[in-house]
Protein backbone atom coordinates (compact mmCIF):
# COMPACT_ATOMS: atom_id res chain seq x y z
CA UNK A 1 0.00 0.00 0.00
CA UNK A 2 3.10 2.29 1.02
CA UNK A 3 4.54 2.13 -2.71
CA UNK A 4 0.93 2.44 -4.37
CA UNK A 5 0.90 5.49 -2.03
CA UNK A 6 4.32 6.54 -3.14
CA UNK A 7 3.32 6.04 -6.67
CA UNK A 8 0.33 7.94 -6.72
CA UNK A 9 2.05 10.82 -4.66
CA UNK A 10 4.83 11.04 -7.95
CA UNK A 11 1.48 11.00 -10.24
CA UNK A 12 0.35 13.74 -8.59
CA UNK A 13 2.86 15.89 -8.17
CA UNK A 14 4.22 15.71 -12.00
CA UNK A 15 0.03 17.20 -12.65
CA UNK A 16 0.87 19.45 -10.53
CA UNK A 17 4.33 20.68 -12.53
CA UNK A 18 2.30 20.65 -15.51
CA UNK A 19 1.15 24.01 -16.19
CA UNK A 20 -1.70 23.32 -18.36
CA UNK A 21 -3.29 21.58 -15.30
CA UNK A 22 -2.16 24.21 -13.29
CA UNK A 23 -3.92 27.05 -15.52
CA UNK A 24 -7.27 24.87 -15.49
CA UNK A 25 -7.41 24.33 -11.90
CA UNK A 26 -6.59 28.09 -11.22
CA UNK A 27 -9.58 28.98 -14.15
CA UNK A 28 -11.67 27.31 -11.85
CA UNK A 29 -10.64 28.37 -8.70
CA UNK A 30 -10.59 32.09 -9.85
CA UNK A 31 -13.94 31.47 -11.59
CA UNK A 32 -15.54 30.07 -8.17
CA UNK A 33 -13.83 32.76 -6.29
CA UNK A 34 -15.36 35.62 -8.51
CA UNK A 35 -18.74 33.96 -8.51
CA UNK A 36 -19.15 33.94 -5.10
CA UNK A 37 -17.77 37.56 -4.39
CA UNK A 38 -19.95 38.90 -7.01
CA UNK A 39 -23.84 37.08 -5.47
CA UNK A 40 -22.51 38.07 -1.97
CA UNK A 41 -22.53 41.64 -2.77
CA UNK A 42 -26.16 41.85 -4.10
CA UNK A 43 -28.97 42.77 -2.22
CA UNK A 44 -31.07 39.59 -1.83
CA UNK A 45 -33.69 41.12 -4.70
CA UNK A 46 -31.55 41.40 -7.08
CA UNK A 47 -30.15 37.74 -6.15
CA UNK A 48 -33.15 36.14 -6.70
CA UNK A 49 -33.41 38.19 -10.40
CA UNK A 50 -30.04 37.04 -10.84
CA UNK A 51 -30.66 33.15 -10.15
CA UNK A 52 -33.66 33.46 -12.72
CA UNK A 53 -30.86 34.55 -15.15
CA UNK A 54 -29.25 31.76 -14.42
CA UNK A 55 -32.17 29.09 -15.23
CA UNK A 56 -32.99 30.71 -18.19
CA UNK A 57 -29.07 30.30 -18.65
CA UNK A 58 -29.53 26.66 -17.99
CA UNK A 59 -32.61 26.07 -20.23
CA UNK A 60 -30.32 27.72 -23.04
CA UNK A 61 -27.81 25.22 -22.32
CA UNK A 62 -30.39 22.26 -23.14
CA UNK A 63 -31.17 23.85 -26.28
CA UNK A 64 -27.71 24.16 -27.53
CA UNK A 65 -27.37 20.31 -26.35
CA UNK A 66 -29.98 19.95 -28.96
CA UNK A 67 -28.58 21.31 -31.47
CA UNK A 68 -25.41 19.64 -31.36
CA UNK A 69 -27.73 16.48 -31.76
CA UNK A 70 -28.81 17.93 -34.83
CA UNK A 71 -25.47 18.57 -36.17
CA UNK A 72 -24.65 15.03 -35.22
CA UNK A 73 -27.53 14.25 -37.48
CA UNK A 74 -26.20 16.29 -40.44
CA UNK A 75 -22.56 15.04 -40.28
CA UNK A 76 -24.02 11.55 -40.04
CA UNK A 77 -26.44 12.60 -43.66
CA UNK A 78 -23.50 14.26 -45.31
CA UNK A 79 -21.10 11.70 -44.45
CA UNK A 80 -23.10 9.61 -46.89
CA UNK A 81 -22.76 12.02 -49.77
CA UNK A 82 -18.80 12.20 -49.01
CA UNK A 83 -18.40 8.33 -48.88
CA UNK A 84 -18.59 7.62 -52.74
CA UNK A 85 -15.26 9.90 -53.21
CA UNK A 86 -13.65 8.78 -50.17
CA UNK A 87 -14.26 4.72 -52.04
CA UNK A 88 -13.18 6.18 -55.20
CA UNK A 89 -9.66 7.53 -53.29
CA UNK A 90 -9.37 4.31 -51.57
CA UNK A 91 -9.36 2.51 -55.03
CA UNK A 92 -6.94 5.20 -56.73
CA UNK A 93 -4.19 4.76 -53.34
CA UNK A 94 -4.23 1.14 -53.50
CA UNK A 95 -4.01 0.97 -57.00
CA UNK A 96 -7.58 -1.01 -57.99
CA UNK A 97 -8.87 1.86 -60.35
CA UNK A 98 -6.40 4.10 -62.51
CA UNK A 99 -7.83 7.90 -62.93
CA UNK A 100 -8.44 9.00 -66.42
CA UNK A 101 -6.34 11.63 -67.99
CA UNK A 102 -9.50 14.03 -67.30
CA UNK A 103 -9.30 13.18 -63.60
CA UNK A 104 -5.24 13.99 -63.55
CA UNK A 105 -5.06 17.12 -64.42
CA UNK A 106 -4.62 20.16 -62.21
CA UNK A 107 -3.60 23.35 -63.18
CA UNK A 108 -1.86 24.73 -60.32
CA UNK A 109 -1.01 28.32 -59.18
CA UNK A 110 2.33 29.14 -61.32
CA UNK A 111 0.90 27.58 -64.71
CA UNK A 112 -2.22 30.14 -64.67
CA UNK A 113 0.57 33.20 -64.02
CA UNK A 114 2.95 31.90 -67.16
CA UNK A 115 1.97 29.50 -70.00
CA UNK A 116 5.22 27.04 -70.28
CA UNK A 117 6.44 27.63 -74.23
CA UNK A 118 5.28 24.91 -76.57
CA UNK A 119 8.91 23.67 -77.48
CA UNK A 120 9.63 23.30 -73.44
CA UNK A 121 6.45 21.37 -73.25
CA UNK A 122 7.51 19.23 -76.22
CA UNK A 123 10.69 18.35 -74.38
CA UNK A 124 9.02 17.79 -71.01
CA UNK A 125 6.95 15.30 -72.69
CA UNK A 126 9.87 13.41 -74.41
CA UNK A 127 11.40 13.18 -71.26
CA UNK A 128 8.50 12.25 -69.39
CA UNK A 129 8.38 9.52 -71.88
CA UNK A 130 11.37 8.34 -71.94
CA UNK A 131 11.54 8.42 -67.70
CA UNK A 132 8.15 6.53 -68.34
CA UNK A 133 9.88 3.72 -69.95
CA UNK A 134 12.94 2.90 -68.27
CA UNK A 135 10.65 3.56 -64.47
CA UNK A 136 9.68 0.56 -62.82
CA UNK A 137 5.83 1.91 -62.14
CA UNK A 138 4.36 1.79 -58.79
CA UNK A 139 0.61 0.19 -58.11
CA UNK A 140 -1.45 3.28 -56.87
CA UNK A 141 -0.11 5.85 -54.04
CA UNK A 142 2.47 3.58 -52.09
CA UNK A 143 3.43 4.42 -48.46
CA UNK A 144 0.24 7.02 -48.48
CA UNK A 145 -1.27 6.36 -44.98
CA UNK A 146 2.25 5.91 -43.55
CA UNK A 147 3.57 9.15 -44.95
CA UNK A 148 0.37 11.24 -43.72
CA UNK A 149 1.50 9.21 -40.37
CA UNK A 150 5.15 10.09 -40.37
CA UNK A 151 4.27 13.93 -41.39
CA UNK A 152 1.44 14.63 -38.61
CA UNK A 153 3.17 15.23 -35.18
CA UNK A 154 0.85 13.94 -33.27
CA UNK A 155 0.38 10.86 -35.00
CA UNK A 156 4.50 10.54 -35.80
CA UNK A 157 4.37 10.82 -31.72
CA UNK A 158 2.89 7.47 -31.75
CA UNK A 159 4.90 5.74 -34.62
CA UNK A 160 7.24 2.96 -34.12
CA UNK A 161 10.10 1.71 -36.21
CA UNK A 162 8.65 -1.43 -35.62
CA UNK A 163 4.83 -0.19 -36.98
CA UNK A 164 5.99 1.14 -40.21
CA UNK A 165 6.28 -2.42 -42.24
CA UNK A 166 2.37 -2.84 -41.29
CA UNK A 167 0.96 0.50 -42.21
CA UNK A 168 2.20 0.01 -45.47
CA UNK A 169 -0.36 -2.66 -46.02
CA UNK A 170 -3.29 0.38 -44.46
CA UNK A 171 -5.35 1.34 -47.35
CA UNK A 172 -8.11 3.15 -45.84
CA UNK A 173 -9.28 4.83 -43.09
CA UNK A 174 -13.11 5.70 -42.18
CA UNK A 175 -15.24 7.70 -40.23
CA UNK A 176 -18.46 6.03 -39.19
CA UNK A 177 -21.39 7.60 -37.72
CA UNK A 178 -23.87 6.42 -35.11
CA UNK A 179 -27.58 5.75 -36.39
CA UNK A 180 -30.63 7.85 -35.57
CA UNK A 181 -31.84 5.87 -32.62
CA UNK A 182 -28.18 5.14 -31.32
CA UNK A 183 -26.24 6.62 -28.17
CA UNK A 184 -24.18 8.96 -30.10
CA UNK A 185 -20.53 7.75 -30.79
CA UNK A 186 -18.08 7.63 -34.36
CA UNK A 187 -16.26 4.39 -35.18
CA UNK A 188 -12.86 4.75 -36.49
CA UNK A 189 -12.44 1.85 -39.05
CA UNK A 190 -8.30 1.45 -40.20
CA UNK A 191 -8.80 -1.05 -43.32
CA UNK A 192 -5.91 -3.45 -44.21
CA UNK A 193 -5.22 -5.27 -47.39
CA UNK A 194 -3.72 -9.31 -46.59
CA UNK A 195 -0.50 -8.69 -44.35
CA UNK A 196 2.10 -11.10 -42.39
CA UNK A 197 1.56 -9.39 -39.17
CA UNK A 198 -2.41 -10.26 -38.60
CA UNK A 199 -5.57 -11.58 -39.76
CA UNK A 200 -7.71 -8.77 -39.12
CA UNK A 201 -8.97 -6.83 -42.54
CA UNK A 202 -10.27 -3.87 -40.24
CA UNK A 203 -9.43 -2.88 -37.24
CA UNK A 204 -11.82 -0.76 -35.60
CA UNK A 205 -11.92 2.38 -32.86
CA UNK A 206 -15.66 3.52 -31.53
CA UNK A 207 -15.55 6.95 -29.48
CA UNK A 208 -18.70 7.51 -27.54
CA UNK A 209 -20.24 10.25 -26.73
CA UNK A 210 -22.01 12.77 -24.15
CA UNK A 211 -24.23 15.74 -25.50
CA UNK A 212 -25.90 16.47 -22.44
CA UNK A 213 -25.26 19.39 -19.80
CA UNK A 214 -23.84 17.91 -16.61
CA UNK A 215 -26.90 17.92 -13.91
CA UNK A 216 -24.61 19.24 -11.15
CA UNK A 217 -22.64 21.96 -13.04
CA UNK A 218 -24.35 22.51 -16.25
CA UNK A 219 -22.25 25.85 -17.52
CA UNK A 220 -19.38 23.84 -17.85
CA UNK A 221 -21.08 22.01 -21.33
CA UNK A 222 -19.31 23.01 -24.58
CA UNK A 223 -20.95 20.59 -26.11
CA UNK A 224 -20.02 17.12 -27.71
CA UNK A 225 -17.62 15.52 -25.66
CA UNK A 226 -15.90 11.77 -25.70
CA UNK A 227 -16.62 10.30 -22.63
CA UNK A 228 -15.23 6.58 -23.03
CA UNK A 229 -13.61 4.59 -26.43
CA UNK A 230 -13.57 0.99 -26.98
CA UNK A 231 -10.72 -0.87 -29.20
CA UNK A 232 -10.87 -3.97 -30.81
CA UNK A 233 -8.89 -7.65 -30.65
CA UNK A 234 -5.65 -8.18 -33.02
CA UNK A 235 -5.59 -11.67 -34.00
CA UNK A 236 -1.47 -11.01 -34.54
CA UNK A 237 0.46 -14.02 -36.46
CA UNK A 238 3.01 -16.07 -34.06
CA UNK A 239 5.73 -13.74 -33.70
CA UNK A 240 4.57 -10.76 -34.94
CA UNK A 241 2.63 -8.73 -32.00
CA UNK A 242 4.46 -5.58 -31.83
CA UNK A 243 2.79 -4.41 -28.80
CA UNK A 244 4.96 -6.85 -26.52
CA UNK A 245 8.47 -7.43 -26.56
CA UNK A 246 10.43 -10.42 -25.22
CA UNK A 247 12.98 -9.75 -22.50
CA UNK A 248 15.52 -12.33 -20.62
CA UNK A 249 16.03 -11.89 -17.30
CA UNK A 250 18.25 -13.92 -14.90
CA UNK A 251 17.20 -15.67 -11.51
CA UNK A 252 19.21 -16.44 -8.83
CA UNK A 253 17.90 -19.60 -6.51
CA UNK A 254 18.49 -18.16 -2.64
CA UNK A 255 19.02 -21.62 -1.69
CA UNK A 256 21.33 -23.39 -3.95
CA UNK A 257 22.74 -20.13 -5.56
CA UNK A 258 22.04 -21.59 -9.18
CA UNK A 259 21.05 -19.45 -11.51
CA UNK A 260 18.83 -19.62 -14.68
CA UNK A 261 17.39 -17.54 -17.03
CA UNK A 262 13.77 -17.02 -18.06
CA UNK A 263 12.22 -15.40 -20.68
CA UNK A 264 8.59 -12.90 -19.99
CA UNK A 265 6.98 -10.69 -22.28
CA UNK A 266 6.77 -7.27 -21.65
CA UNK A 267 4.54 -4.25 -23.40
CA UNK A 268 6.16 -2.40 -25.85
CA UNK A 269 5.54 1.02 -27.34
CA UNK A 270 3.63 1.16 -31.02
CA UNK A 271 1.01 2.74 -32.51
CA UNK A 272 -0.96 -0.40 -32.38
CA UNK A 273 -1.78 -0.09 -28.59
CA UNK A 274 -4.55 2.49 -29.87
CA UNK A 275 -6.23 -0.27 -30.12
CA UNK A 276 -6.20 -1.23 -26.26
CA UNK A 277 -7.16 1.86 -24.60
CA UNK A 278 -7.95 2.80 -21.30
CA UNK A 279 -11.35 1.50 -19.85
CA UNK A 280 -13.06 3.90 -17.86
CA UNK A 281 -14.91 2.71 -14.92
CA UNK A 282 -17.74 4.20 -12.93
CA UNK A 283 -16.66 2.54 -10.15
CA UNK A 284 -12.95 3.64 -10.05
CA UNK A 285 -11.86 6.96 -10.73
CA UNK A 286 -8.71 7.53 -13.06
CA UNK A 287 -5.21 8.53 -11.48
CA UNK A 288 -3.56 11.83 -12.96
CA UNK A 289 -1.45 9.83 -15.43
CA UNK A 290 -4.45 7.56 -17.00
CA UNK A 291 -6.27 10.90 -17.24
CA UNK A 292 -3.98 12.54 -19.46
CA UNK A 293 -3.88 9.22 -21.64
CA UNK A 294 -7.31 9.18 -22.03
CA UNK A 295 -7.64 12.97 -22.96
CA UNK A 296 -4.89 12.52 -25.54
CA UNK A 297 -6.13 9.44 -27.12
CA UNK A 298 -9.35 11.10 -27.40
CA UNK A 299 -8.13 14.35 -29.24
CA UNK A 300 -6.13 11.93 -31.77
CA UNK A 301 -9.58 9.89 -32.26
CA UNK A 302 -10.99 13.65 -32.94
CA UNK A 303 -8.51 14.48 -35.04
CA UNK A 304 -8.28 11.75 -37.42
CA UNK A 305 -12.66 12.50 -37.63
CA UNK A 306 -12.12 15.85 -38.42
CA UNK A 307 -8.97 16.70 -39.93
CA UNK A 308 -7.50 13.27 -41.32
CA UNK A 309 -9.79 11.42 -43.14
CA UNK A 310 -11.57 13.97 -44.72
CA UNK A 311 -8.28 16.01 -46.06
CA UNK A 312 -6.24 13.17 -46.10
CA UNK A 313 -4.18 13.99 -49.26
CA UNK A 314 -3.49 17.57 -48.33
CA UNK A 315 -1.86 15.99 -45.61
CA UNK A 316 -0.07 13.35 -47.52
CA UNK A 317 1.05 16.38 -49.95
CA UNK A 318 2.14 18.81 -47.21
CA UNK A 319 -0.85 21.61 -48.14
CA UNK A 320 -2.60 21.06 -44.54
CA UNK A 321 0.52 20.77 -42.48
CA UNK A 322 1.07 24.22 -43.63
CA UNK A 323 -2.34 25.26 -42.80
CA UNK A 324 -1.87 24.18 -39.47
CA UNK A 325 1.39 25.68 -38.86
CA UNK A 326 0.24 29.23 -40.03
CA UNK A 327 -2.54 29.05 -37.82
CA UNK A 328 -0.14 27.99 -35.08
CA UNK A 329 2.40 31.17 -35.98
CA UNK A 330 -1.10 33.56 -36.37
CA UNK A 331 -2.19 32.76 -32.69
CA UNK A 332 1.62 32.55 -31.44
CA UNK A 333 2.11 36.38 -33.09
CA UNK A 334 -1.35 37.47 -31.23
CA UNK A 335 0.64 36.36 -28.00
CA UNK A 336 3.27 37.74 -28.49
CA UNK A 337 1.73 40.92 -29.41
CA UNK A 338 -0.53 40.96 -26.00
CA UNK A 339 3.19 40.01 -23.73
CA UNK A 340 4.46 43.18 -25.70
CA UNK A 341 1.42 45.58 -24.70
CA UNK A 342 1.31 44.23 -21.34
CA UNK A 343 5.33 45.53 -21.40
CA UNK A 344 4.76 48.45 -22.71
CA UNK A 345 2.23 49.17 -19.71
CA UNK A 346 4.81 48.03 -17.20
CA UNK A 347 6.98 50.75 -18.24
CA UNK A 348 4.98 53.46 -18.50
CA UNK A 349 3.91 52.86 -14.37
CA UNK A 350 7.10 52.76 -13.94
CA UNK A 351 7.62 55.64 -15.19
CA UNK A 352 4.70 57.54 -13.99
CA UNK A 353 5.60 56.44 -10.60
CA UNK A 354 8.93 57.78 -11.10
Not at 19 to 32: F, G
Not at 75 to 89: G, I, N, T, V
Not at 179 to 195: A, C, I, V, Y
Amino acid sequence: MDADNEAKGKVSDQAMQNPQVLAALQDKIDSVSHSASIMDSLPKSVKRRVNALKNLQVNSTHIEAKFYKEVHELERKYSALYQPLFDKRRNIVSGEVEPTDEECEWQNDHEDEAALAEDLKKKAALEEKTEDANEEKPKGVPEFWLTIFRSVDMLSDMLQEHDEPILKHLQDIKVIFSGPDQPMSFTLEFHFEPNEYFTNTVLTKVYKMKSEPDAEDPFSFEGPEIIDCDGCQIDWHKGKDVTVKTIKKKQKHKGRGTARVITKQVPNDSFFNFFNPIKVSPDRELDEDSEYTLATDFEIGHFFRERIVPRAVLYFTGEALEDDDSFEEEELDEGEEEDQDEEEEDDEEEGDSK
